[in-house]
């Protein structure tokens, strides 16, 4: 949500919430402490221990009036322009497989591919060197690895904050990675 990182909201039945004892201990969370025995403030303090992440909290709230200012419509626009144009530009590069469902209706901004032959991290390392930022690894997706026969992937989240230009470096980035690393292929990997 373009929020800080560390801040969340936890939601949950008023019932539950009360039947549960909190995990973690101090701060505004307690009502009263006996010799044997302590009861827990009212909700929502019962699970607020200790020093609150309040930039975060600001942030998030920041974050929320931001993406309902640009309405989800607008960002799901932009998005789908984005994804359209990194399948069509990726597609083309015939030393790169992708990893992504034909039906482009229900593809999301997410797209992982790798350079045939070549190791994810190598090649994320070298996209790091151009100024293009990727994820590289099993990206907590080990059973889809195992049935995909690999090990790991690169991929790239697109979002309201890149460009058709971010895109354009994107290959220029993986262009320069293959060429690094083509004359250590074996023909029969190329394709």
Do not use: W
């Not at 019962?46 to 942030?59: S, Y």
């Not at 045939?116 to 889809?144: F, K, M, T, W, Y």
Request: proline share 4%; glycine share 8%; with cysteine.
């Amino acid at each position: 949500m373009l929020a800080p990182l560390g801040v969340g909201v936890l939601y949950g039945k008023r019932e539950i919430l009360n039947s549960m004892k909190p995990f973690l201990m101090g701060g505004d969370m307690i009502e009263y402490v006996y010799e044997d025995n302590t009861t827990y403030a009212p909700l929502p303090n019962k699970f607020e221990a200790g020093t609150q992440n309040v930039g975060g909290v600001i942030g998030l709230g920041s974050a929320i009036d931001y993406i309902e200012d640009i309405g989800y419509g607008k960002i799901q626009e932009i998005e789908n322009e984005l994804v359209s144009y990194a399948r069509e530009r990726l597609s083309k590069l015939d030393y790169l497989t992708l990893y992504m469902t034909p039906n482009k209706e229900k593809h999301s901004s997410v797209i992982s591919f790798n350079i045939n032959g070549v190791h994810p991290h190598d090649v994320a390392s070298i996209l790091d060197s151009e100024g293009v930022c990727v994820r590289s690894g099993n990206h907590c997706a080990q059973p889809l690895m195992r049935y995909l026969g690999i090990d790991s992937t690169c991929r790239i989240s697109l979002y309201i904050y890149n460009t058709k230009e971010d895109i354009d470096r994107l290959i220029a980035a993986l262009d320069k990675a293959y060429n690094i690393f083509k004359k250590f292929l074996k023909p029969d990997v190329e394709k």
